[in-house]
T-cell receptor, first 114, second 111 residues
Framework: GAVVSQHPSWVICKSGTSVKIECRSL??????MFWYRQFPKQSLMLMAT?????????EQGVEKDKFLINHASLTLSTLTVTSAHPEDSSFYIC??????????FGDGTRLSIL | GIQVEQSPPDLILQEGANSTLRCNFS?????LQWFHQNPWGQLINLFY???GTKQNGRLSATTVATERYSLLYISSSQTTDSGVYFC?????????????FGGGTRVLVKP
């Protein structure tokens, strides 16, 4: 149980385009979803927290207009990297939790901007 | 915010060896998680362990919350144990119990 699916797993796109990443909780309703970013050989850094039906809460230093988060249902959250540039290249990981239960993580999305 | 430190940062093991990874945290926590990130980036939940000791096969974990540390034991290591091990704790007072991750211990098990 507690499966979180993230799609796509890998994406390459041109500079200036927007990229959408989906995070789905497959077998539970996620009251809260989280988005992390991980640079090579570094730890996970929390970008934002989203609760179903409300606006996401962004961590300090994360541009909310660059990283648009939508949590439209209890099983789906999306992260859109708008007008992506090479410095946005990274590994993005989502997680989901129900109530006070532990977070369960997706397999991550490797984003490369050319 | 709460600080989480892991040691050692890197660990090279011969297959079959045992090892201990440590996670120190700077404030009281109500739970702690250990994860293994494999070479493909997948983050695997190992333990949810606010206190006490748990075992799962060759892995076990102990958290001493009052002394603000947790230990992860790997016994009879295998090459598939390679990867990065993270501990993470929630910020209790933060909305949504956001997780703070340690810097990780990078483990390489040689055949």
């Amino acid at each position: 149980g507690a499966v979180v699916s993230q799609h796509p797993s890998w994406v390459i796109c041109k500079s200036g385009t927007s990229v959408k990443i989906e995070c789905r909780s497959l077998d539970f309703q996620a009251t809260t979803m989280f988005w992390y970013r991980q640079f090579p050989k570094q730890s996970l850094m929390l970008m934002a927290t989203s609760n179903e039906g409300s606006k996401a809460t962004y961590e300090q230093g994360v541009e909310k207009d660059k990283f648009l988060i939508n949590h439209a249902s209890l099983t789906l959250s999306t992260l859109t990297v708008t007008s992506a540039h090479p410095e946005d290249s990274s590994f993005y990981i989502c997680s989901a939790r129900r109530g006070a239960q532990p977070q369960h993580f997706g397999d991550g999305t490797r984003l490369s901007i050319l | 915010g709460i600080q989480v430190e892991q040691s050692p940062p890197d660990l090279i093991l011969q297959e079959g060896a045992n090892s201990t990874l440590r996670c120190n945290f700077s404030d009281s926590v109500n739970n702690l998680q250990w994860f293994h990130q494999n070479p493909w980036g997948q983050l695997i939940n190992l333990f949810y362990i606010p206190s006490g000791t748990k075992q799962n096969g060759r892995l076990s974990a102990t958290t001493v919350a009052t002394e603000r540390y947790s230990l992860l034991y790997i016994s009879s290591s295998q090459t598939t144990d390679s990867g990065v091990y993270f501990c993470a704790v929630p910020m209790i007072k933060a909305a949504g119990n956001k997780l703070t991750f340690g810097g990780g211990t990078r483990v390489l098990v040689k055949p």
